[in-house]
């Protein structure tokens, strides 16, 4: 894929997507209540097209949400979790600007996942995991989290500058 292909997603992902991390609560058939923790990312859109075109360059899954209120509109839904989640992001965090921190938080915590699995969790590990659930919740909830806008417009001049003072060869 292209680099402005990415570049775009990444600018939708960044105004239209979400990274969460879930907490499902089950019985195992042995009885016993266990939690499975997953990454989720997902994408949301009036137009079926949005979520389609994710769809079919990262895989995951689309379905129409129903709308929520009589004011409200369905809604298309894109979809991945787990490693393809963690895939993804990876693929675009070069371009993710506002919801960077929760780009990183989420492909660190699949790493971890992955390498330990879900069987046999102590209480750290099970803690740990919490920690960074509620961390991204907190992030995606406070907006001074993003970067300000004159940050980003300093950063860009800074890089311009650079670049007029860099010698010619």
Known sequence: MKKTDLAY???????????????????????????????????????EWLPRYFM????????????????TKPVWVWQ????????????????IKLKRMQAELGISFQQIK????????????LVWRQAQRLLISSY???????????ELNAQALSRKANAEEAPVK
């Open 140 to 150: 995606n909830q406070r907006k001074g989290t993003r970067p300000q806008m004159h």
């Open 56 to 71: 079919f360059a990262f895989t995951g899954n689309v379905y129409l949400r129903k709308a929520q209120t009589d004011r």
């Open 80 to 95: 991945c979790s787990g490693e393809k989640a963690r895939c993804f992001l990876e693929t675009l965090l070069p371009f």
């Open 9 to 47: 997603m990444a600018g939708i992902f960044d105004g239209e997507g979400t990274i969460v991390i879930h907490t499902r609560k089950y019985v195992a058939k042995t009885g016993r209540e266990t939690t499975q923790d997953y990454l989720e990312v997902c994408i949301c859109s009036i137009d």
């Open 114 to 125: 992955h390498a330990r699995g879900n069987r046999d969790l102590s209480d750290a590990d």
